[in-house]
């Protein structure tokens, strides 16, 4: 069966810098996408950023534009999340979230599997 495993989140400083990882076990090859998420307390989860499994990236929050990059280690079977200049509005737990095919979606009614979230909490 599909597993998502994150890891890398933690307490960082306004500015600093974390990497998030997302480790996927269960697909057949690497016909599978990867989005991130995030939920902040007292708001709804909305997406962060995708990869697709041919490699193409998508955007799904202004907000991190500039600032946060994904990757993947196709080898590996994981997925990452490089967050920069991270800031105070970041704080929320964060998920990866996956999907048979190559196409990355926004909604994350399209995802079918999902980690169990890890906590990121930017403060001085």
């Known amino acids: 069966q599909v597993q998502l495993v994150e890891s890398g989140g933690g307490l960082v400083q306004p500015g600093g810098s974390l990497r998030l990882s997302c480790a996927a076990s269960?697909?057949?090859?690497?016909?599978?996408?990867i989005g991130w998420f995030r939920q902040a307390p007292g708001k709804e989860r909305e997406g962060v950023l995708c990869?697709?499994?041919?490699?193409?990236?998508?955007n799904l929050a202004d907000s991190v534009k500039g600032r946060f990059t994904i990757s993947r280690d196709t080898a590996k079977n994981t997925v990452y999340l490089q967050m920069n200049s991270l800031k105070p509005e970041d704080t929320a737990i964060y998920y990866c979230?996956?999907?048979?095919?190559?196409?990355?979606?926004?909604?994350?009614?399209?995802?079918?599997?999902w980690g169990q979230g890890t906590q990121v909490t930017v403060s001085s």
């Open positions: 269960g697909f057949t090859g690497d016909y599978y996408t």
């Open positions: 990869i697709s499994s041919i490699g193409g990236n998508k």
């Open positions: 979230a996956a999907r048979s095919g190559y196409v990355c979606y926004d909604s994350q009614n399209a995802y079918d599997y």
